[in-house]
């Protein structure tokens, strides 16, 4: 009878964990210029809150990214920043299905990034008991825009003319 309860009970915990679970909550971050990187790519300073005193580089990737595609960054030292490469945001809800894939299920942004060693952060924030992770990350611009158009997910610069 005991075993019988134990194994509900595990079995109505995994069932629910999702629910408790902060996986599904989005990422939230900071993307700034941080000077100019090779050509056909973006070299930016993302920031990353987390609750976590350690960061995956995924996590600062995907904010990378992400920011590249649909919030464009500020510029750095007197320069102009980059507007947002997919154009605005919606272009992200009108191809949901795409960048659900691409972000989550094939991961597919981790090729467009790469973390600059010994470029990390972390300060405590006193104020909300979480931290504050930094890092510089480059990402492949050209190979992104090219990789989207070919999905038909944004117009291609020649397009429109």
Same mark, same amino acid.
């Given at each position: 009878?005991?075993?019988?309860?134990?194994?509900?009970?595990?079995?109505?915990?995994?069932?629910?964990?999702?629910?408790?679970?902060?996986?599904?909550?989005?990422?939230?971050?900071?993307?700034?210029?941080?000077?100019?990187?090779?050509? $056909?790519?973006?070299?930016?300073?993302?920031?990353?809150?987390?609750?976590?005193?350690?960061?995956?580089?995924?996590?600062?990737?995907?904010?990378?990214?992400? $920011?590249?595609?649909?919030?464009?960054?500020?510029?750095?030292?007197?320069?102009?920043?980059?507007?947002?490469?997919?154009?605005?945001?919606?272009?992200?809800?009108?191809?949901?299905?795409?960048?659900?894939?691409?972000?989550?299920?094939?991961?597919?942004?981790?090729?467009?990034?790469?973390?600059?060693?010994?470029?990390?952060?972390?300060?405590?924030?006193?104020?909300?008991?979480?931290?504050?992770?930094?890092?510089?990350?480059?990402?492949?611009?050209?190979?992104?825009?090219?990789?989207?158009?070919?999905?038909?997910?944004?117009?291609?610069?020649?397009?429109?003319?």
């Amino acid at each position: 009878m005991k075993l019988k309860l134990l194994l509900t009970f595990l079995l109505t915990v995994c069932c629910f964990q999702p629910i408790w679970a902060d996986d599904d909550k989005p990422i939230e971050y900071d993307i700034t210029s941080a000077g100019s990187g090779v050509q $056909g790519t973006y070299l930016v300073k993302v920031y990353v809150n987390s609750k976590k005193k350690d960061l995956v580089d995924a996590d600062l990737k995907y904010a990378a990214v992400h $920011g590249v595609l649909f919030r464009g960054f500020s510029g750095s030292n007197g320069k102009p920043g980059q507007r947002p490469l997919a154009g605005s945001a919606t272009v992200e809800s009108q191809h949901a299905d795409y960048f659900n894939a691409f972000f989550n299920k094939e991961k597919a942004y981790l090729r467009y990034a790469d973390v600059v060693v010994g470029s990390y952060e972390r300060m405590k924030m006193a104020s909300k008991k979480c931290y504050k992770i930094g890092a510089v990350v480059q990402v492949q611009k050209d190979q992104l825009r090219k990789d989207l158009e070919k999905a038909g997910v944004i117009r291609g610069l020649t397009n429109g003319f």
